[in-house]
């Protein structure tokens, strides 16, 4: 019945929630800002004072971490703004600028500080779509950065990912959209966009998944993507030199592990190239990079960028 099965997933969620957050507490030494984020945060916020921002920080994070306890808030990922070291971060700038109507979605966007950065770089504002299953989120970005709707009119849908009702999955189109990109004002779900998005960015989000829920990430945000050459889904996330589940210990509890389903940079380009896109008809470059200070084991982090030829 359909009241007890979502009686059941609040009781999965819930016991998720718990031990994860057993798992990641809060460990306020992981913060550190400086350079070009610490400015950043600083010309954002209007915060100049370091002391004064770090406690601001904080009790945003600590409001976060009250929705849900993921490790990238934990670890404040979010004061890293990875978008603009990966490889077509310049490209997907240059789409803003020069593609007529180009759309960006950001999805499992969370505080929107990707987006931010985006933004900052010259992407228009009232192009960019971000979404995330936690509404919440998006609230609390602008407390973080101090914004409001009216001063960053980024349009936000809260959804969640593997609803056909916020993203179907629809197979690629391979020759531009015929009709025009629909008013992003008056969406309510990410369904109007299929083939009419430019650019979408999905960072710490697939590793969250399984090996066949992340395939399902990967089809739908492919029927999103416009046909025009140079359209691109680009993102970071946990990954491993081999592919297959991999359990990592956090150093808390040594009997306490956390599996994550990782793609190799081989299995990712096959993942892409062949499988959700014909062969031949995207390029997928990839960058695996090891990650210090994340646990017992060795952990990788997989940037990429996936491009329609």
Known sequence: MPGEAS???????????????KLFPIDVTKYSLKGEELEFMQTQTGIKDEEELKKHILAVQAEAYS???YPCIR??????????RLHGYDQLLKLGRERKDAVFLDIGCCFGNDIRYAAKGGFPVNRIIASDLHAEYWELGHKLFRSTQESFPVKFIAGDVFDSSHVAIVPPIYTPASEPVPDLSGLTSLNPLHGHVSAIHASAFFHLFDEAKQEHIARALAGLLSAEPGSMILGT???????GPKSFSFGLDAEDTHTMFCHSPESWKELWDGQVFKKGSVNVETRLIEVEGLGQHRFFFLEWCVTRL
């Not at 009686?7 to 957050?21: D, G, K, V």
């Not at 670890?75 to 603009?84: T, V, Y």
Request: no cysteine.
């Open 7 to 21: 009686a059941t997933e609040r009781r999965a969620e819930e016991w998720r929630s718990s031990n994860l957050a």
């Open 75 to 84: 670890r404040f990922a979010f004061l890293d703004f990875r978008i603009g």
């Open 237 to 243: 996330h946990g990954s491993a030199p081999t592919k």
């Open 67 to 69: 929705v849900f306890p």
